[in-house]
């Protein structure tokens, strides 16, 4: 089953043309709690089971604002490197387009199928239940936003110090992206160990292991993420 009970993704994707129907106050409360407490967030999942009888959220307000934040935030780094407006239309369109609703999609429907095929409990007694897609990428989006935060906004703010050069530079560059992608994995493994009929979501956090060794590969070599970064969504080598 792929998302809501009502209309699926294409109701989904017009309810994001609705302003007024979003509930926006609950929206900026998941934000904040998936950063300090992401467990209470998925607290409310068997709740929304029970009343909306869908594990999916049905409000595209959490998506719609995760594309808003995005589009600012491609508008900061573009003025902060003075881009032309082709890099910049390129910049938005790889932020919004690839980094967040292609690999969002990709990503969902792996976990998805992973979930769907080799997690789920098998029930002797009751409905048997399968993972929606639609939670899949909501699962995706809770994990995107916090990430967002670190290797978006808070990187936009130290970049006078991660674009220099030395080992300190690149040791805080590439430990701000280790913590963004290891606190993916976390929020994506919660969201998975919410649901009752799945088991061993433990599974889901096993990814980030290979960005730690990518990390610490990036210190010997020391590579700037931030640099390499900065290089291929703007075309500039800062110095």
Known sequence: RFGARRGGVPDYLRRALKYPQMDLE?????MVYLCCDPKRVYKNTSY??????????????????????LFVAAVAYAVAFR????????AVGGAVLLDFALTGVVVASATWVIANR????????????????????DIHCNSFFPLFLLIN?????????LLQEGFLPVFLSNTLYLSAFVY?????????SALPFLRDAVYFLYPAAIFIVLYVLSLLFGVNITIFVINLYFGVSPS
Not at 26 to 30: G, I, N, V
Not at 51 to 62: E, H, L, Y
């Open 26 to 30: 609950y929206t900026f409360w998941q």
């Open 48 to 69: 929304h089971k029970q009343t909306k009888n869908q594990w999916a959220r049905d409000d595209p307000a959490f998506t719609v604002l995760c594309v808003c934040f």
């Open 83 to 90: 881009v032309s407006p082709g890099m910049f239309l390129r």
């Open 118 to 137: 080799y997690l789920r409990v098998n029930s002797l007694h009751g409905v048997e239940q399968e993972v929606e897609w639609m939670y899949a990428f």
């Open 153 to 161: 906004v808070t990187q936009y703010f130290f970049l006078p110090y």
């Open 184 to 192: 993916y994995h976390y929020i994506t493994f919660l969201g998975y």
